[in-house]
């Protein structure tokens, strides 16, 4: 069985700071992590992935998330926070690909001016 | 490329009354999920379909819900004598299948209301 934690469902960043938002997760077997956004009222969009390659992952809008093994982490972060990531972010696990994927509860992300 | 488009956007039902959300994926996606978020929560996995077939349906409630995925046509999630506490948003992902592209796309979900 597989889980993930999203540890903080509210994080809030002053603009221009470093963005971390936590995800740990439990799996059996080699995982594939994800990291989508949902802005207000919109479906999910795909941040970035994990799928066995490079455990240092670059995704879009600046964002990238570091896989570590001994940690079972996947930590997403951002160097510079921009009022447009204000969002709800979700991390997700899957055993392999085209699998259901496993939720974490989601964090969400406000950014002070 | 269209992505993947769900309708209706908003749903309104009462009690009792059967609801029927449709999923049309990306174009050459064979393989559609469906997922339920409950209000201030993530996202549940309900089932996963190929083309006629219902790979898993782990995740769905063993009464009054069902799911196809016609070998023409949209996938249709039903909700059969819906109950307020079916009120949610349920979102639809499509992926490739044998391409080595493992990302789900999400539609921008249908959100049912019960009366």
């Known amino acids: 069985a597989q889980s993930v934690t999203q540890l903080g469902s509210h994080v809030s960043v002053s603009e221009g700071a470093l963005v971390l938002l936590r995800c740990n997760y439990s799996s059996s077997v080699p995982p594939y992590l994800f990291w989508y956004v949902q802005y207000p009222n919109q479906g999910l969009q795909l941040l970035l992935k994990y799928t066995s390659a490079a455990t240092l992952v670059k995704g879009i809008n600046g964002f990238e998330a570091e896989f570590k093994k001994s940690e079972t982490s996947f930590h997403l972060t951002k160097p510079s926070a921009h009022m447009s990531d204000a969002a709800e972010y979700f991390c997700a696990v899957s055993e392999k690909g085209n699998e259901k994927l496993t939720f974490g509860t989601g964090t969400r992300l406000t950014i002070i001016p | 490329n269209a992505g993947v488009m769900q309708n209706p956007r908003h749903l309104v039902r009462r009690r009792g009354q059967e609801a029927r959300l449709r999923c049309s994926p990306v174009?050459?996606?064979?393989?559609v999920y469906w997922y339920r978020q409950l209000p201030e929560e993530g996202l549940k996995f309900m089932v996963y379909?190929?083309?006629?077939?219902?790979?898993?349906e782990s995740g769905m409630p063993k009464e009054r819900f069902s799911a196809e995925f016609p070998k023409e046509g949209p996938s249709i999630l039903r909700i059969q004598q819906v109950v307020r506490g079916d009120s949610a948003a349920y979102f639809c992902?499509?992926?490739?299948?044998?391409?080595?592209?493992?990302?789900?796309?999400f539609g921008p979900g249908t959100r049912l209301t019960v009366l």
């Open positions: 379909l190929q083309k006629e077939n219902i790979i898993d």
């Open positions: 992902a499509s992926s490739p299948y044998g391409t080595g592209d493992d990302t789900q796309y």
């Open positions: 174009k050459g996606h064979s393989h």
